[in-house]
C-alpha cells in the first residue's frame, strides 16, 4: 500500500460533484468500501449475472409494450394491415398485439426480444440453481438467499406463463384452459378458486386486465424487491470461491468492483442484450397472426407451453388416468401431475439446505465452495432430480419428437412413464460412482504425481512406472491488498492465527482499516 | 380381346401390331405394297435362290406393262378396304365405355385399366373390388385417385401405419387415365377443377378460419403435421398443391376425416385451399421461422444458443489466458 | 513410511508441521484439501459418504477446520501413508526378493514453486509493449465504432424502412445487436488486455456477533418487551393476540370478492337445451346428409325461439362463453359401427352421433378423428376415445368417456337435442361432480 494521498484543493468538476453528495449524505466511506469490494472471476460466478441482466431487458422492452397493448376481451373486427385476419372477429388484446408486430415501428422486434428474453431469463436462474447447488454455496450463511432464489424461479415462471398468456392467441388461450381445469381439480375449494381467479365460468367475464396486472405491476414488484434483497445479501455476505492458492474461507480474492469488475460486468451486459437483440431480430418467436384468436372450440396439435412449463405439461401426459371417485365427490386424475407434483418439487428445492444440514449434522458456515465430486451425495441427487426433470420435459415435446422422428405417440408416452421410474435411479447410481472415481483419481494424482510414462527396472527384477507431482497452484497474478490507499492511521493487529503466506499479510493490513473505521462500536467493530 | 404389349403404353399401339391377322388374311400377300416392299427388299437381301426372289423374278417376268398397273391399283383398294373393315370391326367390338363420352375419354379409360391391371390390382383386386390387402376402389372416384397417385403415395412402397408422400411413378396422363378408369367402376368424387384466379380471387381470412376451424387440430395451426395414435400422423401440407388439398378434403383418405361438399362448399373449399397455400408461400416477418412449430423449436434455441451462448461469453470473460 | 533418500524420492511429512510444510508433497495435498486415504482402502465408507466427511471438515490449509471434531468419526489427517509405486510387472525369474520397500518413484516436478508465491508467467504483452498496447486500444476502438455503425442503422431502419417488408426486422435486431455487442466486446477487451490483472484480497469477517454483543442486545429488547407490559396483562396479550389473528383473517376477503357468480350449479349445465338445433359456427342449421360418411363437424345450440305468431326461429348461440362449454363434435359413422351404450339407443341417427367436444382430462377441445379406426385423439395430453363405444378413454390421462348429447332429426332433417343437456358434466372433473 502506497502512502496516504494529498487532498486536492482546487477540485475539478468531478471533485466538486463528489465533495457535494459528501457534505449532504457522508458517502467517502461507504463509497470507498464499495468500490473496493472485492468480486471473484470464476466463469460460474456470471451466470446468475445473465438473469439479471436479462430482467432488466424485460423491464425495458416491457415498458415499451405496454405502450400499445390493450389488455381487453372486448371484441373487435379486425382491421389492420395483416391480410389473412382481416375481418375476423376478436379480442382488443389480440388485435392489439397483432397492430404492434405489424403496425408499429419496432413493434415486432421489441415483442421479440421481450419473448426471448423471457425464455433465457428461466433458463438462466435454472442453471444459476444448478451452479449454486453443485458447488454447496446455498450451506451456512447463505440459505436465506436459497429461499429467496427459489422463490424469484418459482416468480418468474409465473410471470412468463401470464406474459405469453396476454395476447390471447388461440396457442396460450388454450393453456390458460388447462389452467382453470387444474385449478378447478384442487379437493375442496377447487371450482371457487378457478371462479375466483377467472371470474366466473372459464373463460370468465374480463380476465385479461387482471392478468396484466398481474403481469406488469404485481410480479414484477415482487421480483425487483427479491432480486434487491438477493443481490443485498450477496453484497453484504461476499461472494463464495472456490479454493484455490492464496484463497481461505476468511478472504476473497479477485477483482475489486471499480473499474475492473464493473467494465467486466457492463460489458457482459452488453453481450447479452446483444444475444437477446440479435435472436429477437433473426429469429421468429410466438407468430400468434399464426395461431388465430382464441377460440375455446378450436384446437392446433403441437400445442405447447413455453419450454419452462414444457415439465408440467409432460407430467400430465404421463399421469395414467386414476381419477378417485366416491361418496359423491371426484378428486380428478389431473391434479397430481399439476397442482401436487410441483408442490413437492419446489417446496424439497426451497427446504434442501436445511434437510442437507440435518442430514450432514453440519452446521458450519462455509465461504468456500466444493468441488462437485468432493460431495457425491449431493451431487448424485441432483443429477437423480435433473433426469426427473428431464423425462417430464421431453415428454412435455412428446408429441413433436413422435412427428419429427416418426415415433408411435403412444410408444413416447409409455416410454416416458417407464423412463420417469427407471432413469432417476440409474443417474444416482452413475453419478455417485463417477464422483468417487474422480475423488480416487484426483487422489491418486495428489498422492502419486502424474504418470511420466517412463517405465524403470528396478534392481530387484519390478517394473515400476516413474510419477511426477503434480505442480503446485500458485496465483499467477500478484495478490494485492483491497484498498490501495491506506487511511493514516491504521492500526496493527497481531496475527490472528491464519497463518503467515502473503494473502494472509494483505489481509491483515487491511484488516486495520475496517477496524479504526468502526472504532466506536461495542466489540471491537466488525464489518 | 386382344392384348396390348405392356411395354410402352403411353404410345398409342401400332395399328399393325394389333390387326395383326386380318388384313394379312384378307389382302394378297404378294399384293398388299407394304409387306411386297418388304419381300422385296429381303428378296433383294436374301439372294437370287430364296423362293420370294423365285415369285419376284415369276412377277417380273410376267408383269409388265398394263396388267402391272391394274394389279397395283387393286391391291391398293384390298388394302384399304381391309383397313377400312378392320376399323369398323374394332369400333363396333372394342370394350366399351360410356357412351356420353368421346373417343379420347374412351381412350383414357382403356388406357387406365390396363394402367390399372398392371400396377393396382394386386392389392384392389382386377376389377377394382379390393381385396385383403387393399380397399375396394368402386365409388371412391376420380378425386381420390388423382389424390393418392399424385402424391406418390400409391402404389404403396411397403405396408406400414401410413402411406407417406413419395415422388410419384406415374406421369400427369397416366394419373388421368388411372383416375378415369377408377371413376367408371362406380363414380365418386370428379377432380377439382382449381384455377389460379379463384385462389387468388378467394377470401383469405374465410378459408384461415375454416382452417383453424376444421384442419389445426390434426395438421397443425401452420399446416407443418402432427402425429396421430399408433405410428399415424396427418401430414404436413408444404408440398400440397391447392387440387390435392380439395381431393383429400372430399376423399377422406387414410384417417382423415371426409369434408363433403354439404359441409364445406366449393367457394370454402377453395378458400381454405388458398390459405394454405398462403401459409406455405408466407414469409416470416421475425426472421428465421425454426420450423413454425411453435414453443418446442423456441425453447430449444433459447436454451441452446441464447444461454449457451452466453455461458460461452462467460468462460470468454473468465479465462485466464489472454484471448 | 520410508525414509529412503536419493534422487527424487521424497517422503510426505505429517501434518502439524507448521502453516507451510516444507514439503512439497504434502503441501500439495494441502492445497488440494482432501482427505488423505481412508485408514483401510477397503473402506469405501468414509470416502463415500459427504455426511461422514463434512462431519470431520478440513480447510484448505489442510488443518482440521475451525470447531471439527477430529474424533467425530470420518478419515483421518493423512499420516503420509500411501501404496507406493503400482508394480507393472515382474520378470519371470527373481533372485532374491529383496523387494525394496515402498517408496515413492517421483521425479523433481518442473518449476515447482516454494513458499506461496507468484507462478512466474510470461508478462502480458500489453504491459510490457507499447505497440502491443496500441494494437490494443486500435482493436477496442474498432469495436466501439462497430457499436456507432449498429446504432446508426438501428435509427435508419426504424424511420426509413418499410415496416411490412421482410427485411424490417432482422435489420433492426441485428443493427441492436452491433450497436450493444459492439460495445460489450469493446469492453471486456479493455477489461481483458488494458486493466492491470492483479488480484486484490479482501478479508472476510465472521457474522456472528461477539457474546457481549448478543447478551446486550437481548438485554435491550427483553427491557423493551418487558416495557410493553405484555408479559404483566395476560387480558391484553390475549386479545391483542385475537384481534391480530382475526384481523389478519380479513385478507381474504377482497380475494373473496373477486367474483359475483359463485360455483354452485354451473359447471353441471351448457348451454343445450330440450329441441336446440345444431348449427355451425357460419349459422348454418344442420341436416342429415350435410356430413359425409366419415365426417366430423364442429356444432352449437341454436335455441329455438317461439314468436308472437307461434312461429319458432333458431337462434344460434355462438359467443365465447358458450363455446366453452356447448360445443359439440358431431361425426356421422359408417352404418353398423356404432355400439350404443344400454339406454342410449335412441341418441343417434343414421350413424350421426353427438359428443361433447370438451376434454374430460383437461378441457381442450377433443378434434383429432381417426376415419378409419373412430378414434378421437385430444392433442394437448393425448389422450384418446373411441366413438363407437360412446367415447369411452381408452389412452392417457383422461379417465372418463366424453358426454353424449341425445341427437335426433325432424321432420325436416334437421339434427336437434332430443334430451336437452348433457346428462353429466361436460370438461374436466372437479370436486363436487359425483
Known amino acids: ?527 | 380381346m386382344t392384348e396390348s404389349s405392356g411395354t410402352s403404353p403411353d404410345t398409342p399401339p401400332e395399328p399393325t401390331s394389333t390387326a395383326v391377322t386380318e388384313p394379312v388374311a384378307a389382302a394378297d400377300a404378294s399384293a398388299a405394297p407394304e409387306p411386297a416392299a418388304a419381300a422385296a427388299s429381303t428378296a433383294v437381301a436374301a439372294g437370287d435362290r430364296s423362293p420370294t426372289r423365285r415369285l419376284a423374278r415369276r412377277r417380273s417376268a410376267r408383269g409388265q406393262g398394263q396388267s402391272a398397273r391394274r394389279r397395283r391399283r387393286s391391291s391398293a383398294l384390298v388394302l384399304m378396304f381391309g383397313l377400312l373393315a378392320t376399323g369398323v370391326l374394332w369400333t363396333v367390338l372394342a370394350p366399351g365405355g360410356n357412351a356420353a363420352q368421346t373417343a379420347d375419354a374412351n381412350e383414357a379409360v382403356r388406357q387406365g385399366r390396363a394402367l390399372y391391371l398392371q400396377g393396382c390390382s394386386s392389392c384392389h383386386g382386377l376389377g377394382g373390388g379390393g381385396s385383403t390387402t387393399g380397399p375396394s376402389l368402386v365409388g371412391v372416384g376420380a378425386a381420390a385417385v388423382d389424390f393418392q397417385v399424385s402424391t406418390g403415395r400409391m402404389p404403396l412402397a411397403a405396408p406400414a401405419a401410413q402411406a407417406d408422400r413419395k415422388p410419384p411413378i406415374y406421369s400427369r396422363t397416366q394419373i388421368d387415365q388411372l383416375s378415369a378408369y377408377v371413376s367408371s367402376l362406380g363414380g365418386g368424387p370428379e377432380v377439382p377443377k382449381v384455377t389460379d384466379e379463384a385462389l387468388n380471387d378467394a377470401d383469405l381470412s374465410h378459408g384461415g378460419e375454416l382452417y383453424r376451424a376444421n384442419c389445426a387440430q390434426c395438421h397443425q395451426a401452420v399446416a407443418q403435421g402432427a402425429p396421430l395414435t399408433y405410428g399415424k400422423f396427418a401430414p404436413s401440407l408444404n408440398e400440397s398443391t391447392p387440387t390435392q388439398i380439395i381431393e383429400a378434403m372430399r376423399t377422406g383418405p387414410e384417417s382423415m376425416p371426409v369434408f363433403g361438399d354439404r359441409q364445406i362448399n366449393e367457394e370454402d373449399a377453395i378458400a381454405v385451399a388458398a390459405y394454405v397455400r398462403h401459409l406455405n408461400e408466407t414469409r416470416s416477418p421475425g426472421g428465421f421461422s425454426l420450423g413454425k412449430y411453435g414453443p418446442v423449436p423456441e425453447g430449444l434455441l433459447g436454451l441452446l444458443v441464447g444461454v449457451g451462448g452466453l455461458l460461452a461469453v462467460c468462460l470468454w470473460i473468465g479465462a485466464r489466458q489472454k484471448v | 513410511m520410508s525414509d529412503q533418500t536419493g534422487p527424487g524420492t521424497a517422503g510426505p511429512a505429517g501434518p502439524g508441521e507448521g502453516d507451510q510444510p516444507a514439503d512439497p508433497a504434502q503441501r500439495r495435498m494441502d492445497y488440494l484439501g482432501y482427505q488423505g486415504e481412508p485408514a483401510d482402502k477397503a473402506d469405501q465408507d468414509s470416502m463415500s459418504s459427504i455426511f461422514k466427511r463434512s462431519k470431520h471438515p478440513v480447510d484448505t490449509g489442510g488443518h482440521p477446520a475451525r470447531g471439527s471434531n477430529v474424533s467425530a468419526g470420518g478419515p483421518d489427517i493423512p499420516a503420509g501413508t500411501h501404496d507406493g509405486p503400482e508394480v507393472l510387472g515382474t520378470p519371470p525369474h527373481q533372485t532374491d526378493s529383496s523387494r525394496e520397500p515402498e517408496h515413492t518413484v517421483m521425479r523433481p516436478a518442473v518449476g515447482g514453486g516454494h513458499g506461496g508465491g507468484v507462478t512466474p508467467r510470461p508478462p502480458r504483452a500489453e504491459d510490457v509493449d507499447h505497440r502491443a498496447e496500441r494494437r490494443a486500444e486500435r482493436l477496442i476502438a474498432f469495436w466501439f465504432l462497430i457499436s456507432v455503425v449498429g446504432t446508426i442503422g438501428f435509427i435508419i431502419t426504424n424511420f426509413v424502412g418499410d415496416k411490412h417488408k421482410e427485411y424490417y426486422t432482422p435489420c433492426l435486431g441485428s443493427a441492436l445487436g452491433l450497436a450493444v455487442g459492439g460495445l460489450g466486446i469493446g469492453m471486456i477487451l479493455w477489461a481483458k488486455r488494458l486493466m492491470p490483472h492483479e488480484q486484490a484480497v479482501q478479508e472476510r469477517h465472521e457474522f456472528t456477533s461477539s457474546r457481549e454483543d448478543i447478551a446486550v442486545t437481548e438485554a435491550e429488547i427483553t427491557a423493551g418487551f418487558a416495557d410493553t407490559g405484555l408479559a404483566r396483562h395476560p387480558l391484553l396479550r390475549r386479545t391483542l393476540l385475537g384481534a391480530g389473528t382475526v384481523l389478519g383473517g380479513l385478507v381474504v376477503v377482497p380475494l373473496l370478492n373477486l367474483t359475483n357468480s359463485k360455483p354452485g350449479k354451473k359447471l353441471d349445465h351448457t348451454s343445450w337445451v330440450k329441441g336446440a338445433r345444431l348449427v355451425t359456427e357460419d349459422g348454418r342449421l344442420v341436416k342429415l346428409g350435410d356430413v359425409s360418411i366419415g365426417g366430423i363437424e364442429t356444432v352449437f345450440p341454436a335455441i329455438p325461439v317461439t314468436a308472437a305468431d307461434g312461429s319458432v326461429t333458431y337462434k344460434p348461440k355462438t359467443d365465447i362463453q358458450t363455446k366453452a362449454d356447448s360445443t359439440t363434435l358431431l361425426i356421422r359413422l359408417p352404418p353398423g359401427v356404432d355400439r350404443p351404450r344400454k339406454g342410449r339407443e335412441d341418441w343417434s341417427v343414421d350413424g350421426h352421433v353427438a359428443y361433447s367436444k370438451i376434454c374430460s382430462h383437461a378441457g381442450c377441445p377433443v378434434s383429432l378423428y381417426e376415419q378409419q379406426t373412430h378414434h378421437l385423439l385430444c392433442p394437448c395430453h393425448q389422450s384418446v376415445f373411441n366413438v363407437p363405444d360412446g367415447c369411452r378413454a381408452i389412452f392417457g390421462p383422461a379417465s372418463r368417456s366424453l358426454p353424449q348429447l341425445a341427437i335426433a332429426a325432424d321432420a325436416d332433417g334437421y339434427l336437434y337435442a332430443r334430451n336437452g343437456d348433457y346428462d353429466e358434466p361436460v370438461g374436466a372433473a372437479f370436486w363436487e361432480r359425483s
Open chain 1, 1 to 527: 500500500m502506497t502512502t496516504a494521498p494529498e487532498y486536492v484543493k482546487r477540485p475539478g468538476p468531478v471533485r466538486k460533484a463528489n465533495r457535494a453528495m459528501d457534505d449532504r449524505f457522508g458517502t467517502q466511506a461507504g463509497l470507498r468500501r464499495n468500490l473496493n469490494k472485492v468480486f471473484p472471476d470464476h466463469w460460474s460466478f456470471m451466470i446468475g449475472e445473465i438473469a439479471l441482466y436479462s430482467f432488466v431487458i424485460l423491464l425495458v422492452t416491457g415498458i415499451y409494450l405496454t405502450l400499445f397493448f390493450d389488455p381487453s376481451n372486448t371484441e373487435v373486427i379486425y382491421n389492420g394491415s395483416y391480410v389473412p385476419l382481416k375481418g375476423v372477429e376478436m379480442s382488443r388484446a389480440y388485435a392489439s398485439t397483432l397492430d404492434i408486430s405489424f403496425d408499429t415501428r419496432a413493434g415486432l422486434v421489441f415483442r421479440q426480444i421481450h419473448h426471448w428474453a423471457a425464455l433465457v431469463f428461466v433458463g438462466s436462474i435454472i442453471v444459476h440453481l444448478a451452479r449454486v447447488f453443485f458447488t454447496g454455496a446455498y450451506r451456512k450463511p447463505r440459505e436465506v438467499n436459497w429461499l429467496i432464489g427459489v422463490g424469484l424461479l418459482i416468480l418468474a415462471i409465473t410471470e412468463g406463463f401470464a406474459g405469453y398468456s396476454l395476447p390471447d392467441d388461440l396457442l396460450s388461450g388454450t393453456g390458460l384452459r388447462i389452467a382453470a381445469s387444474i385449478a378447478q381439480s384442487i379437493p375442496i375449494i377447487g371450482t371457487w378458486a378457478s371462479f375466483l381467479v377467472f371470474n366466473g365460468e372459464f373463460p370468465g367475464a374480463n380476465f385479461l386486465p387482471r392478468l396484466y396486472v398481474i403481469h406488469i405491476l404485481l410480479v414484477p414488484g415482487i421480483l425487483l424487491a427479491l432480486i434487491g434483497a438477493h443481490l443485498g445479501i450477496l453484497w453484504h455476505q461476499k461472494h463464495t470461491d472456490f479454493p484455490g492458492p492464496g484463497k481461505t474461507e476468511h478472504n476473497v480474492v479477485g477483482h475489486r468492483v471499480f473499474p475492473v469488475f464493473a467494465v467486466k460486468s457492463g460489458g457482459f451486459f452488453m453481450m447479452t442484450f446483444a444475444m437477446l437483440a440479435l435472436l429477437g431480430g433473426l429469429a421468429q418467436i410466438n407468430p400468434i397472426w399464426m395461431f388465430g384468436p382464441y377460440d375455446p372450440s378450436k384446437v392446433s396439435s403441437a400445442s405447447q407451453p413455453d419450454w419452462y412449463i414444457g415439465f408440467l405439461d409432460g407430467s400430465t401426459r404421463l399421469m395414467p388416468p386414476w381419477e378417485f371417485r366416491g361418496l359423491g365427490h371426484t378428486v380428478p386424475a389431473v391434479f397430481w401431475p399439476t397442482a401436487v407434483l410441483p408442490g413437492i418439487l419446489f417446496t424439497l428445492l426451497a427446504l434442501w439446505p436445511f434437510l442437507e444440514a440435518r442430514f450432514t449434522g453440519d452446521t458450519k458456515s462455509y465461504n468456500l465452495l466444493q468441488r462437485p465430486r468432493e460431495a457425491p451425495t449431493r451431487t448424485a441427487l441432483g443429477a437423480m432430480a435433473i433426469s426427473f426433470y428431464l423425462v417430464l420435459w421431453i415428454s412435455g415435446g412428446n408429441d413433436v419428437i413422435a412427428k419429427t422422428f416418426s415415433i408411435s405417440l403412444n410408444a413416447m408416452t409409455w416410454a416416458g412413464r417407464i423412463g420417469l421410474i427407471i432413469v432417476p435411479p440409474i443417474a444416482y447410481v452413475v453419478t455417485k460412482k463417477l464422483c468417487l472415481n474422480l475423488q480416487e483419481k484426483d487422489h491418486e494424482v495428489a498422492h502419486h504425481g502424474i504418470e511420466t510414462g517412463i517405465i524403470r527396472q528396478l534392481p530387484t527384477g519390478e517394473f515400476v512406472e516413474d510419477h511426477r507431482p503434480k505442480a503446485e497452484p500458485t496465483p499467477d497474478h500478484p495478490l494485492v491488498p483491497t484498498d490501495r490507499y491506506a487511511l493514516p492511521s491504521a492500526n496493527g493487529h497481531g496475527d490472528d492465527g491464519h497463518g503467515k503466506g502473503l494473502a494472509r499479510r494483505a489481509g491483515k493490513a487491511v484488516s486495520g482499516f475496517f477496524v479504526e473505521e468502526k472504532e466506536g462500536g461495542p466489540g471491537g467493530g466488525r464489518h
